[in-house]
């Protein structure tokens, strides 16, 4: 967990948005620093915090804001405001969106695992997607994709931070691996998976 959440990502540019006398309202991800497990780039998990975040803030005493919501984020917060605009309607008609800016979204899940195959460092990223699928979703496993040996590797990596010191530690092991980076021994765009991550 970063101890200063909102020095990171899109968040830098909160003076700005206070200045122009708006509210932000930043959910936590499911999962980091709270109880349960994190739906890494899993898109309604991670949109129907969002909405239920804005819900919260309108309940705050002495706190009066408009009806007007636009949903934004960047890289994986990018995905989950494409999704929060998309299901909006449905799981939330009492939070209505104004719009939806999504800078550099994780939205084409399978072209962005499917582009991991080689590279020394997207072992990180890869260990978290493939740590949040197999616990999220029954039908995928470990067995059926990871290569043997390499599931404590990614358990170690996947319980990191990436936004704290330990990414080092992660990066450090990422490089460590870089003659033979290869996580998983099955395509992971196929069977279960690959059809879990083209639902997110």
């Known amino acids: 967990m970063k101890v200063e959440p909102f020095e990171s990502g899109g968040l830098r540019v909160m003076p700005q948005v206070i200045d122009q ?8 991800y499911t999962g980091l620093g709270t109880p349960g497990l994190h739906p890494y780039l899993m898109g309604p998990e991670s949109a129907r915090a969002e909405l239920d975040a804005v ?3 309108r309940q705050l005493q002495d706190l009066k804001l ?4 636009v949903s934004w984020g960047h890289s994986q917060g990018g995905g989950s405001a494409l999704w929060t605009g998309k299901i ?4 939330a008609p009492d939070v ?10 994780a939205s084409d899940l399978k072209a ?5 195959s080689g590279i020394t460092g997207d072992s990180v990223v890869a260990s ?7 616990e999220i979703y029954p039908d995928v496993t470990f067995h059926e994709y990871v290569r043997p040996g390499f599931e404590p590797f990614i358990r170690s990596m996947a319980e990191r931070c990436l936004a704290s010191p330990d990414l080092l530690v992660s990066l450090l092991d990422a490089v460590s691996m ?13 069977g279960a998976l690959g059809e879990r991550l083209n639902q997110n």
């Open 178 to 190: 870089s003659r033979d980076p290869q996580i998983f021994y099955r395509d992971p765009l196929a």
């Open 128 to 134: 978290f997607a493939i740590m949040a699928f197999t």
């Open 112 to 116: 962005l695992i499917g582009s991991l």
């Open 21 to 28: 006398g708006w509210a932000l309202v930043a959910t936590d």
């Open 88 to 91: 909006a309607p449905t799981y």
């Open 96 to 105: 209505p969106l104004s719009g939806v800016a999504a800078m550099a979204p």
């Open 66 to 69: 408009s009806n007007k919501t």
């Open 55 to 57: 819900r919260a803030a």
